[in-house]
């Protein structure tokens, strides 16, 4: 758009160079009566002057098109800037709350373990989640937050700033949360486990900052 603006306006410029000269023509045709002059001067003058007034009137509408769609562009980069502060803030939160989740429940299966004769692993499981259902609960609130920005964040999109880096720290927070809110695997390779996916999160949010 605003190439076309400044086509037009070139394009008017032109026209009243040719508006210029079609006046002089009909002026020397009045002073040495040619009629024919007279009439090329006449016409082409008003030809002329209709197009470069018709051009210069697009060009200024096209112009303002450009300075408007300028202003929404501002306007969508502050509200993907807002929301990306708020989504990371979101992401360290749950990132934290997370590993602290992990720590709970790999020292709750281990103390099951040694304290129990009749160990059972999904029963196991399925507690140490539920003791911690509330620090979990922190962690996928986060993560409906995380989404909430996410969503404003696309539809913010203007391509100024990394969308996808966004995108790929949620999926990756996500699941760090699937994780602890339902473990698998064994007690032994609980942790590394864990790390992997923190470290997932790490490298994503690394990307983001950078």
Avoid at 9 to 35: A, C
Wanted: charged share 25%; with cysteine; net charge neutral.
């Amino acid at each position: 758009m605003e190439v076309l603006s400044e086509v037009l306006v070139l394009m008017s410029g032109w026209f009243f160079i040719g508006l210029l000269g079609f006046v002089v023509t009909l002026f020397i045709g009045r002073n040495k009566g040619n009629k024919t002059a007279q009439m090329t001067g006449k016409y082409g003058s008003l030809i002329c002057l209709a197009l470069s007034v018709s051009l210069i009137s697009l060009g200024l509408i096209a112009n303002e098109s450009v300075e408007e769609e300028a202003a929404r562009q501002e306007e969508m980069n502050k509200a993907f800037t807002k929301s990306s502060k708020q989504f990371t803030k979101f992401a360290k939160s749950a990132d934290s709350y997370a590993s602290i989740v992990a720590d709970l429940e790999h020292r709750e299966w281990g103390n099951a373990i040694d304290g129990s004769g009749n160990f059972d692993v999904d029963e196991t499981v399925s507690d140490i989640v539920f003791n911690n259902s509330g620090l979990i609960g922190i962690v996928n609130r986060n993560l409906k937050d995380m989404k909430k920005q996410l969503n404003i964040m696309e539809k913010n999109d203007t391509n100024k700033f990394d969308y996808k880096a966004h995108k790929e720290l949620y999926k990756k927070t996500k699941k760090m949360y699937n994780f602890i809110s339902s473990p698998y695997g064994s007690y032994l390779n609980f942790p590394s486990n864990f790390r992997s996916f923190e470290d997932d999160f790490d490298d994503a949010y690394s990307n983001l900052t950078k």
